[in-house]
């Protein structure tokens, strides 16, 4: 497939010939407060298995798309407009976050969002609510989340709110995982972080994808590591996806690399030499 929109998005047979992706968002446009138009006919699919990027600069759409999925966007006065989301065909936009946990989709917010006052191991407990699971089902769900995150069991009587950025980042992973999700929406996983646990990160984040067989749609504006992890890219700007295809030919496309990625044709240049929009972005002629 190439890096241009074309009418497999409307057929259904992008990414390599896929008839059902997981997840599939149609043509939605989201208004904020009745009047600010964010999104503006947003189409992407997740396939069954898969990662799937959704770049793009700050403010470019990737956290209200996310919002938009996982109908959060009714707490923050926005709402979806117009086009559908389907979760594995049934359309979900119209159901509430509880139902949508019930189905196996489950959202990593931006920034974390743990709660201070708990342990860390109470916080990973909060996201079970959604299950009838006894107490020995309980402490199996805990042993697979402490499997794929050894930290987490050496600071699990740790309050929430003392963990370090990279903990905090690993327990809100691990508590959409104890719901259990088929499809999980990652919201800029490496915000505030080192290089060193971003890297951390998104190799938990591979080993889900690898042996639980779980769906990402990864919000990043790192676009560098979220291109080297995902099988599939969307890359957002104003509103609007205005590229898409796979993760590796987006890697190596010239304006992405450019915008994206700080590397011109000659190479990864220093600040003081970058020439900002030397070339104007084509998507956008």
């Given at each position: 497939m190439t890096t241009e929109?074309?009418?497999e998005r409307t057929t259904g047979r992008g990414m390599g010939g896929i008839e059902a992706p997981c997840l599939s968002v149609r043509n939605i446009e989201v208004i904020y407060e009745h009047v600010i138009l964010v999104l503006k006919g947003v189409s992407l699919q997740v396939p069954e298995?898969?990662?799937?990027?959704l770049l793009g600069a700050n403010g470019a759409g990737k956290s209200t798309t996310l919002k938009a999925i996982s109908t959060l966007l009714r707490a923050e006065r926005g709402e979806v407009s117009k086009g559908e989301v389907r979760l594995r065909g049934e359309r979900v936009d119209q159901l509430t976050p509880n139902e949508l946990v019930k189905r196996g989709l489950s959202q990593v917010m931006e920034g974390r969002h743990c709660?201070?006052?708990?342990?860390?191991?109470d916080n990973l407990l909060t996201g079970a609510y959604t299950r009838t699971l006894s107490r020995a089902g309980l402490r199996l769900e805990l042993e697979r989340v402490y499997h794929y995150f050894p930290r987490l069991r050496e600071r699990r009587a740790t309050l929430a709110g003392y963990a370090s950025g990279g903990e905090q980042q690993m327990c809100a992973l691990g508590r959409a995982l104890m719901a259990k999700p088929s499809v999980i929406l990652l919201d800029e996983p490496s915000m505030g972080l080192a290089p060193q646990i971003v890297a951390e990160i998104f190799g938990i984040v591979a080993d889900l994808n690898r042996e639980e067989k779980v769906s990402f749609l990864l919000a990043e504006q790192n676009a560098s590591v979220a291109l080297r992890h995902a099988d599939f890219a969307y890359?957002?700007?104003n509103?609007?996806?205005?590229?898409e295809g796979a993760a590796a030919e987006l890697a190596d496309n010239a304006d992405v690399r450019e915008f994206y990625l700080g590397v011109s044709s000659a190479g990864r240049g220093g600040f003081r030499d970058m020439k900002f929009y030397?070339?104007?972005k084509r998507w956008l002629a």
């Open positions: 929109r074309t009418t298995g898969k990662i799937v990027a709660f201070a006052h708990l342990s860390i191991e890359i957002l700007e509103g609007r996806v205005v590229m030397r070339r104007r």
